[in-house]
């Protein structure tokens, strides 16, 4: 991988091979590894090495991006060339007001040596332990187990120049046999918190439970979500409402100052928090901020990168994505603060509900009222008086996130690491009244 | 920079020398131009170019893929003995050694034909005629946000394998597309995209952008985002449905493309994309849809959005029938997976860029037209709704039932097309919903419409796809909420 100094280097000389007015100059390395498996057995397997690195050009008001994954003299050269040529053809965009200025972003230790040296063999012992596990219950196990390390580093002639070097380890398997199905996942910067005979116990054990699903009939139902399934409520969520952008355009339903959820409801973006250790810095370089989005159920605020803070006449949060996307700044370290129940707690208070893994497909019906559609899968359970009574088959959701996080009875203190789609959130599992399905 | 023709020696030698009784490698650069505007400006310009190569190999009857952006001879070995390396790390939890379905051996190019290659029109010209296209949405009073794309790329590969194999092939795929937005409060939002929600993507130069007519639809999409907002809501109920041609495209894509993967119908999916309802012993006896339901796999349609000359196992493109009269009768298949029903791959084998595994992905799915008008469709239908563009949608992890949202509609009564609805919904059981199709138009509506993002895989990939159809009907379909 690239050291800082290296890094740096790169990047100060792209610097120099640029006229424009304003010049910034993204570089992205990945060590990325994989091993998938399915039917106990090991199908795919593969290692990337790629570098890429993402020019951003300013004249006057005028922008222009490019990007190339040849990072020699020659490549470098070119990307930069790219994007001033890009920017002359541009019109002036008349929102826009400079790149931005910041400091160096605070130390976070998100490298760990051990993870960045795990090897194909090391992935296969991992999942070996998930396949003995499934094979003792006459199961069939398939997943995958990722280790990857990641340099982004970042650089533009207003002064920024920073560098974060990160590894990720994450398992996520589904233990299987016909109908029967349970699912379970675990990341962390260490691959050796990954304990793949925990996490394959836990998906035997839900497939083992989910024997003879009964069918139930849509409806309103109290529901307990477990972590993953809060999380995915929360992705959704934070990519209808959350950024500076949807926020800014009146498409967010985000309400500053008004209450959106229930009172116990509390989630920030926090890249810091040391269950994280997320860069802290975004891709235009800008130190990341800590961000209430919802305390005690009330709108406090949405992200920015520094484009919409400029239009907005507030400050980066130090969200901006790659520069070669439209969809604005976005949260990519979310903790839901946490209740002071537990999984056995809520199960047992619970009258009549259902117990839910996770969910599949989640899609909005209606964005601004933050309604979506998906299915259950992997593990769901009717709970009868206190207790799992038996599996029931995959249900279809119609909910308003909003309106179900207005609606949580209880939350667990333990919370979960949950990874989706590149975005990283710590929360909590929740009990969840009047839920609504609309088919099996 | 090292030719390909050695680089593919080096790498293909290194890995048999490690232990690879096969190999290949696919040497791929992709340049993509992407422009979008949003109200009278720029929101993004943007080259990008992604180069490097991704080598297979089987070592112990086991697959490994290593890849890198590095093209150098001491990399190329590195990355050959890494692949041979992740093999034999495969191997320890195998049941059976890999077979693979024989391939002719191919020393062959292939380009697909262009009228106009987009690379060639300047850039500011581009970036005018969606300025002049986002001022025409903006005409119509009550437009809030108005954007226009147009997306262009050229991917060269150069595949070669073991068992003799040379293929070079360039492809260029262009796309664009408009929208327009009306919003009456912070909760009520018209959108209309013009010709899909993705625009229309297909295997085509710039002349695509003149064939889609955008000058002629820009009033008409911005009129309809605006009447939206006063539209009546969906009805509920069991109606009869009418989809128009980019709608039946995603139902075509997954409710019978994904279905069919075979890949997916045999468990290497499970842990992420899901299964299959579609098992192997439904070949050949599941009735999949009604009698005049005919679908095939063609990656040689002219300008689909899936169309190749060669998959990336280096299977030459060929049309195959995938539903018969309603029965299904084939899958998409790989050289590994095709021997387990006794059959050569179709060539369905495909990679995002050159740092992913190829998979098993859809190439142009089509439903073959039928011979019915669109007003015919629509005279035979006494209660029910016609909906156009996508808008959201959801399937199960099994592909048996979906939920699917359109971004308009209209009332069908007693024969005629009524009253505007907004936010029209459908839902139903993939095998009865194709069972219940009564009618589809004829060639003359008939259009390949392209998926430029169709997502599969861990790590997740993105392939373009294509959907041929003509508009259809589908009796007694659950509508609304």
């Not at chain 1, 160096?104 to 040296?117: I, M």
């Not at chain 1, 949807?246 to 810091?272: A, H």
């Amino acid at each position: 991988m690239l050291s800082k100094e290296k890094a740096l280097e790169i990047l100060e000389k792209g610097l120099k091979y640029s006229d424009a007015d304003q010049t910034e100059l993204l570089l992205l390395e990945e060590d990325f590894y994989l091993t998938r498996f399915a039917e106990n057995i090991i199908h795919q397997n593969m290692g990337r090495a790629d570098h890429t690195v993402m020019a951003r050009a300013v004249l006057g008001k005028k922008l222009g991006v490019a990007v190339t994954n040849k990072i020699d003299d020659e490549g470098i050269k070119k990307v930069v060339k790219d994007a001033i040529e890009i920017a002359k053809n541009q019109k002036d965009d008349p929102d826009f007001v400079s790149l931005p200025k910041s400091g160096p972003a605070p130390e976070v230790q998100g490298f760990d040596k051990d993870t960045h040296n795990y090897s194909p063999d090391d992935r296969a012992r991992g999942v070996k332990i998930s396949v003995d596990n499934s094979q003792k219950n006459n199961l069939i196990s398939a997943g995958a187990f990722q280790t990857e390390t990641d340099v982004t580093s970042v650089a533009n002639s207003l002064g920024i120049r920073q560098y974060f070097q990160e590894t990720k380890a994450n398992f996520s398997l589904t233990i299987s046999r016909d109908e029967q199905s349970g699912w379970a996942q675990a990341f962390s910067r260490k691959v050796k918190n990954i304990d793949a005979d925990k996490l394959s116990q836990i998906a035997v054990q839900k497939a083992l439970s989910s024997a003879k699903p009964v069918e139930l009939p849509p409806g309103e139902y109290t529901v307990i979500l477990e972590e993953a399934a809060v999380a995915s409520f929360l992705l959704f969520l934070a990519f209808l409402g959350f950024g500076g952008k949807t926020f800014s355009e009146g498409r967010s339903f985000m309400k500053i100052g008004e209450k959106i959820t229930g009172d116990n409801i509390t989630i920030i973006e926090d890249p810091y928090d040391p269950v994280m250790n997320g860069m802290p810095y975004d891709y235009e370089g800008v130190t990341k901020k800590k961000v209430v989005l919802i305390e005690n159920g009330i709108g406090k605020g949405v992200v920015y990168n520094s484009y919409y803070a400029n239009k907005n006449k507030t400050e980066s949060t130090g969200h901006a994505l790659q520069p070669n996307n439209t969809f604005g700044p976005y949260p990519k370290n979310m903790l839901i603060s946490p209740g002071n129940s537990t999984l056995e707690e809520m199960i047992a208070s619970t009258e009549k509900g259902i117990l839910i893994t996770h969910f599949w497909y989640i899609n909005y019906m209606n964005p601004m009222k933050t309604q979506v559609t998906g299915t259950t899968r992997d593990g769901t359970f009717l709970i009868e008086k206190g207790k799992i009574k038996s599996a029931v088959k995959n249900m279809r959701i119609g909910q308003s996130i909003l309106e179900a996080f207005s609606n949580v009875e209880l939350m667990t203190k333990g919370r979960l690491l949950c990874p989706q789609y590149g975005v990283l959130m710590y929360v909590p599992a929740m009990k969840i009244n009047k839920f609504n399905f609309i088919g099996g | 920079m090292i030719d390909f023709k050695k680089a593919s020696e080096i790498a293909l030698n290194s890995a048999k020398s490690k232990g690879a009784s096969y190999s290949d490698i696919r040497i791929v650069d992709i340049e993509d131009e992407n422009i979008s505007v949003k109200n009278g400006a720029a929101e993004l310009i943007e080259k990008n170019n992604s180069f490097g190569f991704g080598i297979r190999a089987i070592a112990d009857g086991a697959w490994g893929f290593a890849s890198s952006a590095d093209l150098n001879e001491d990399n190329l070995k590195k990355t050959a003995d890494l692949a041979v390396k992740i093999a034999i790390a495969s191997s320890k939890l195998k049941k059976n050694d890999l077979v693979l379905a024989p391939v002719t051996r191919s020393i062959d190019s292939y380009k697909n034909p262009v009228q106009i290659d987009p690379f060639t029109i300047p850039l500011n010209e581009k970036l005018d005629y969606l300025l002049a296209l986002d001022q025409l949405l903006r005409k119509t009073e009550g437009i809030t946000t108005a954007t226009a794309f147009m997306d262009f790329r050229i991917e060269h590969k150069f595949f070669s394998s073991s068992e003799g194999s040379q293929i070079e092939q360039t492809i260029i795929q262009s796309g664009a597309g408009i929208e327009a937005t009306a919003m009456k409060s912070r909760r009520e939002m018209g959108k209309r995209s013009y010709p899909d929600s993705n625009g229309q993507y297909e295997s085509k130069g710039y002349e695509l952008i003149k064939e889609l007519n955008f000058e002629e639809n820009c009033e008409k999409t911005s009129q309809q985002a605006v009447a939206i907002l006063s539209a009546k809501e969906c009805p509920s109920g069991t109606k009869t449905l009418v989809l128009n041609g980019p709608q039946l495209s995603l139902q075509i894509h997954e409710s019978i493309g994904h279905p069919l993967e075979l890949d997916r119908v045999l468990g290497a999916e499970k842990n992420f994309s899901g299964t299959s309802f579609a098992t192997l012993d439904k070949l050949n006896k599941l009735k999949y849809g009604a009698d005049i339901v005919n679908v095939v796999t063609d990656p040689t349609y002219p300008g689909g959005l899936g169309s190749f000359g060669y998959d990336d196992e280096g299977v030459k493109a060929e049309r195959k029938e995938l539903i018969k009269n309603g029965l299904l009768v084939g899958y998409l298949t790989s050289r590994e997976t095709a021997p387990l029903i006794k059959i050569l791959s179709n060539g369905s084998m495909r990679a995002d860029g050159w740092g992913n595994i190829p998979i098993i992905r859809m190439t142009n799915t089509i439903l073959l037209p039928g011979n019915y008008n669109f007003e015919d469709l629509i005279s035979e239908v006494e209660d029910g709704i016609y909906v156009e563009t996508v808008s959201s949608w959801s399937i199960d992890d099994n592909r048996e039932n979906f939920q699917m949202g359109c971004q308009i509609g209209w009332e069908i009564k007693n024969g005629k097309l009524g009253e505007m609805i907004k936010n029209p919904t459908y839902s139903g059981n993939t095998v009865e919903f194709w069972n219940s199709c009564d009618g589809i138009c004829s060639e003359k509506y008939f259009k390949v419409w392209g998926t430029p993002n169709c997502g599969k895989g861990q790590p997740g990939q993105n392939a373009r796809t294509g959907q041929g159809c003509s508009p259809a009907r589908f009796r007694n379909v659950k509508v609304g909420s």
